[in-house]
């Protein structure tokens, strides 16, 4: 074990968490990846590829204080002498709802699982990493560098994502240790249907004159949400872009991943003002 290379990946139940646990037990590390029912788990660990170390499945709920420390105790009870090389945060969530009336419970929701549970899982495992100079990925969003309606509070935490990972990368480079963020577009992913029921169910919160208000954003958004569970790229380009950052010599500190990424944060980056990419967005949305 302590010959094989081991990480951890969080939200590892469907989408892009499994496909970046089963790419990385496919070439040889020794995989960690956190679920939150029994039947995850399970499914999980029998996806392991052919030929590869099982996948080891723990019960992990990245709210939860006590349920993070206890799966760094088991992965730690695992390695034995050994270090854990690589910590990939994956698991997260989407609240959309008009900000003027998200409700104070559903934003604190949102932040709790995509930035204070990052916060939680580092604090966690930060011994076994420290063990082996290892590395921590970060999985945000395009979200973090460019906002859209409708998801503001997703928004909000992939952009406070994109803080902590910077400030993480300063913090943890005296002990040779490299920090990566991943910022995929759309990604064809579970995640979507999640997110159109939660979506749904805060939609029916609302007061009627706020649905009349952003009626023509809401439909657009629910629209958007449902094209790129059908039309977004393949989790195994997140997966080939996460084995790059946790295997590289010299991993990049910031990764783009899809084509609809890589040409928005590229106009974001060089070529738009604030208000010339807030009018492409709203023209691309259909939206006045």
Same mark, same amino acid.
């Given at each position: 074990m302590t010959?094989?290379?081991?990480?951890l990946v969080?939200?590892a139940?469907?989408?892009?968490g499994?496909?970046?646990?089963?790419?990385l037990?496919?070439?040889?590390m020794?995989v960690f990846?956190?679920?939150?029912r029994k039947e995850?788990?399970?499914a999980?660990?029998s996806a392991?590829?052919?030929g590869?170390?099982?996948i080891?499945?723990l019960m992990?709920?990245v709210?939860?204080t006590t349920?993070v420390?206890?799966?760094a105790a088991?992965?730690e009870?695992?390695?034995?002498?050994g270090?854990l090389w690589g910590l990939?945060?994956n698991?997260?969530?989407?609240?959309?709802?008009?900000?003027?009336y998200?409700s104070e419970?559903?934003?604190q929701l949102?932040m709790?699982?995509n930035?204070t549970?990052?916060?939680r899982?580092?604090?966690?495992f930060?011994?076994?990493l420290k063990r082996?100079?290892g590395?921590i990925?970060?999985i945000?969003?395009m979200?973090g560098r460019v906002?859209?309606p409708?998801?503001?509070?997703?928004?909000?935490?992939?952009?406070?994502?994109?803080?902590?990972?910077?400030?993480?990368?300063?913090?943890l480079?005296?002990?040779?240790?490299?920090?990566s963020?991943?910022?995929p577009g759309?990604?064809?992913?579970p995640? =979507?249907?999640?997110?159109?029921?939660r979506?749904a169910?805060l939609m029916?919160?609302l007061?009627?004159?706020?649905?009349?208000e952003?009626r023509?954003?809401?439909?657009q958004?629910?629209?958007?949400t449902?094209?790129?569970?059908?039309?977004g790229?393949d989790?195994?380009?997140?997966?080939?872009?996460v084995r790059h950052?946790?295997t590289?010599?010299?991993?990049?500190t910031?990764y783009?991943v899809?084509?609809d990424?890589k040409i928005?944060?590229?106009?974001?980056r =060089?070529?738009?003002s604030?208000?010339?990419?807030?009018k492409l967005?709203r023209?691309?949305?259909?939206l006045?």
């Amino acid at each position: 074990m302590t010959n094989t290379r081991s990480v951890l990946v969080t939200g590892a139940s469907t989408g892009i968490g499994r496909a970046i646990a089963t790419d990385l037990a496919t070439v040889g590390m020794q995989v960690f990846g956190t679920v939150r029912r029994k039947e995850d788990a399970k499914a999980l660990t029998s996806a392991t590829p052919e030929g590869a170390e099982p996948i080891i499945a723990l019960m992990m709920d990245v709210q939860d204080t006590t349920s993070v420390r206890a799966a760094a105790a088991k992965v730690e009870e695992h390695l034995g002498e050994g270090g854990l090389w690589g910590l990939v945060n994956n698991a997260g969530i989407s609240v959309a709802s008009p900000l003027e009336y998200v409700s104070e419970e559903a934003f604190q929701l949102q932040m709790d699982v995509n930035l204070t549970g990052v916060l939680r899982c580092v604090q966690a495992f930060m011994p076994l990493l420290k063990r082996c100079s290892g590395r921590i990925v970060n999985i945000s969003s395009m979200s973090g560098r460019v906002a859209f309606p409708m998801v503001g509070a997703y928004c909000t935490s992939k952009h406070a994502l994109e803080g902590l990972s910077d400030a993480l990368r300063l913090e943890l480079g005296v002990h040779g240790m490299e920090v990566s963020i991943i910022q995929p577009g759309s990604i064809a992913t579970p995640i =979507w249907d999640r997110s159109r029921a939660r979506a749904a169910d805060l939609m029916k919160r609302l007061p009627e004159h706020g649905i009349a208000e952003y009626r023509q954003m809401i439909d657009q958004a629910l629209e958007t949400t449902e094209s790129n569970g059908e039309d977004g790229a393949d989790p195994q380009l997140v997966a080939d872009v996460v084995r790059h950052a946790l295997t590289a010599a010299r991993p990049r500190t910031r990764y783009q991943v899809g084509k609809d990424a890589k040409i928005l944060l590229f106009l974001r980056r =060089w070529l738009l003002s604030d208000r010339r990419l807030d009018k492409l967005i709203r023209r691309n949305l259909g939206l006045n």
